[in-house]
């Protein structure tokens, strides 16, 4: 069964590190998302990303962020300049249409950050 | 903007009971409910949905149900088995939002 990966599964950077977490979506899906998880807290949107822009942002995703497909496969998001706040989990989330929106999201296993 | 509220926050149940957990929403816009089951290390796998225009839908021994009048849905789980331990998130979205909004989760723990 088709799913969405992401690497690395644990990061841990120095504060004012500029990060790149990766993702592989499902490979015939066309939109694909962002999340994180503070521990202990909701999954919280970040952004999403159709036909190589962005299509939907929350207040979280600052300056600070940015999301790329830099080929066909991989979607990344960079985070410019860490700060202690960003430790968290990430999820990517990947669907294939919004022909019947809403629509069905798929997540990966997610990337740890932990900002030292 | 939308708010979901999910309880309980943890529930054990005995193998073999059914489980429920509860999600009210603020927005009547929404009409997308999917639930997630997160296991430990894993991320959030969509077990089951459902949308405004039905207020039921069964998969083997998954259950949800919606009131769209109260706002409120449910997620009901019988004969429960012990890999049914997990957390649970409920969520809602609407036509004009790409985002999902979650439930805090319930941690279900499935007792021998």
């Known amino acids: 069964e088709p799913e969405v990966t992401q690497t690395p599964s644990h990061q841990v950077t120095q504060m004012g590190q500029e990060v790149i977490l990766r993702c592989v979506p499902i490979s015939n899906h066309l939109y694909f998302y962002w999340y994180r998880q503070i521990l202990g807290q909701k999954v919280e949107f970040l952004v999403s990303f159709y036909n190589n822009e962005i299509s939907e942002k929350s207040e979280i995703f600052d300056d600070q962020f940015s999301v790329e497909r830099p080929d066909g496969s991989n979607f990344t998001l960079k985070i410019r300049s860490t700060k202690l706040e960003d430790s968290a989990m990430y999820f990517c989330a990947s669907s294939w249409t919004r022909d019947r929106a809403p629509y069905e999201q798929y997540f990966g296993p997610g990337t740890r950050l932990t900002v030292t | 903007g939308e708010n979901v509220e999910q309880h309980p926050s943890t529930l054990s149940v005995q193998e073999g009971d059914s489980a429920v957990i509860k999600c009210t929403y603020s927005d009547s816009a929404s009409n997308y409910f999917p639930w997630y089951k997160q296991e430990l290390g894993k991320g959030p796998q969509l077990i089951i949905d459902?949308?405004?225009?039905?207020g039921e839908k069964k998969d083997q021994r998954i259950a949800v149900t919606l009131n769209k009048t109260a706002k409120h849905f449910s997620l009901h789980i019988t004969e429960t088995q012990p890999e049914d331990s997990a957390v649970y998130f409920c969520?809602?979205?609407?036509?004009?939002?790409?985002?999902?909004?979650f439930g805090k989760g319930t941690r279900l723990h499935i007792l021998p």
């Open positions: 969520a809602a979205s609407t036509d004009r939002d790409d985002k999902i909004i």
């Open positions: 459902i949308r405004s225009n039905v």
